[in-house]
């Protein structure tokens, strides 16, 4: 105020200018093959005043699909609103985030555990495994597999299966890890057969043997580290005949072989026995011979005696019946024995029949001189 002034009041302007304000996008980071869904609030501010507020923005991605590939996306922001904030007041600029997609976990596992036999060779094909892992349409088309197992020549035993270098489509959105698979090789089969032996009844029991067949790799018996243990279930001294399956083989080991055993027969012959007839002489006595003065047996074995032969000693042939010194030497046949052990072999003996001792006398006869006397014939005496 003044008493000294007449006071006029002219306006002036103010000018606000719009306050710079700064939202940007947070960078988000998610798994290739899930689905990353915006909120809205994911975004942080500079340049509020009076403690104003924004509580929602327009946020989007080319990285938020399933499908989106591993990289780094552009997470694009506009259309901020809410809270207290007035944006007129504001010169707003967007900042742009980064979405980040990092790889998938991909498990790639040797699959379908192998199994073959000693000597045969496995060949891989590229897709003996199983993935864990793959998402969307993406595939696994092939792997490099390998195995020391593989080769025929592969002892019998557990190997590990060696898997790397997948292909397929979309691989490249992945961490692979690669776990071993197991081939397991088992041991061939080999038939060991206990030989078939022949022996004489009471001779040398034979060294027994066996035969191997299914030997792979050509491979032979001088490889297996443990031979079959061979056994005879009869006795060296049994009686002639065969036995079936009496031989057998047993206990054989070896690394790359299984065994399954055949029994073999053993047979036993029979021995040769030889019966020879003794030779017998009698001087004639006008009787007829009967039977034999024995015999001679070679080729008894195993402790045998005669009496241990079946049936009894007989004799044939001319000796029996047999009276005059004509015709001598005669036969002397013996027969009768059996056995299962031998072959009897018969010997003929002979029979001589010598002539008598016979002294034939005259008579002493007496007569008178001058007569005649005439003899009958008969005027003799025998002795003998």
């Known amino acids: 105020t003044s008493g000294n002034y007449n006071i006029a009041y002219n306006n002036g302007q103010l000018t606000i200018t719009p306050a710079a304000l700064a939202i940007t996008?947070?960078?988000?980071?998610?798994?290739?093959?899930?689905?990353?869904?915006?909120?809205?609030?994911e975004f942080t501010t500079s340049g509020l005043q009076n403690s104003e507020t924004l509580t929602s923005a327009t946020l989007s991605s080319l990285g938020s699909p399933v499908t989106a590939t591993v990289g780094g996306y552009d997470i694009d922001i506009s259309g901020a609103t809410g809270g207290t904030a007035d944006l007129s007041n504001y010169a707003v600029t967007y900042n742009k985030?980064?979405?980040?997609?990092?790889?998938?976990?991909?498990?790639?596992?040797a699959a379908n555990d192998q199994v073959?036999?000693?000597?045969?060779?496995?060949?891989?094909?590229?897709?003996?495994f199983i993935p864990t892992g793959l998402l969307n349409t993406d595939t696994v088309t092939g792997a490099t597999i390998?195995?020391?197992?593989?080769?025929?020549?592969a002892n019998a035993g557990s190997?590990?299966?060696?898997?790397?270098?997948?292909?397929?489509?979309?691989l490249g959105n992945y961490i692979i890890s690669y776990q071993p698979g197991t081939f397991t090789v088992n041991k061939a089969l080999l038939t060991a057969t206990a030989d078939n032996k022949t022996m004489t009844y009471g001779g040398t029991f034979p060294a027994l043997t066996a035969s191997y067949t299914g030997f792979v790799n050509s491979e032979n018996s001088g490889v297996i580290d443990t031979l079959a243990v061979l056994a005879s279930g009869t006795a060296?001294?049994?009686?002639?005949?065969t036995y079936t399956d009496t031989l057998t083989a047993s206990g054989a080991v070896d690394n790359n072989y299984s065994f399954n055993y055949v029994a073999g027969d053993l047979t036993i012959d029979k021995a040769d026995l030889d019966i020879t007839a003794l030779n017998d002489s009698k001087i004639y006595d006008g009787l007829?011979?009967?039977?034999?003065?024995?015999?001679?047996?070679?080729?008894?074995?195993?402790?045998?005696?005669?009496?241990?032969l079946g049936g009894a000693l007989s004799y044939s042939g001319s000796s029996q019946g047999a009276t005059n010194v004509g015709g001598s030497p005669y036969v002397i046949t013996p027969g009768g024995y059996t056995s299962g052990n031998y072959n009897i072999a018969y010997n003929n003996g002979q029979l001589t029949i010598t002539p008598a001792a016979l002294a034939i006398t005259a008579n002493n006869q007496a007569k008178v001189y001058g007569t005649l006397f005439s003899f009958a014939g008969t005027e003799f005496t025998t002795s003998g």
Request: hydrophobic fraction near 40%.
């Open 25 to 41: 996008a947070n960078n988000q980071a998610k798994v290739y093959g899930t689905l990353f869904s915006f909120a809205g609030t």
């Open 97 to 109: 985030g980064t979405l980040s997609v990092s790889a998938a976990a991909l498990l790639l596992v």
């Open 116 to 128: 073959k036999t000693y000597g045969d060779t496995f060949n891989f094909i590229g897709t003996e």
């Open 146 to 153: 390998t195995s020391a197992a593989a080769v025929n020549t």
């Open 159 to 170: 190997y590990s299966i060696d898997i790397s270098n997948a292909v397929g489509t979309g």
């Open 236 to 241: 060296a001294n049994a009686d002639a005949g």
């Open 288 to 308: 007829g011979y009967v039977g034999g003065s024995g015999v001679n047996i070679v080729g008894l074995v195993n402790s045998d005696l005669v009496t241990d």
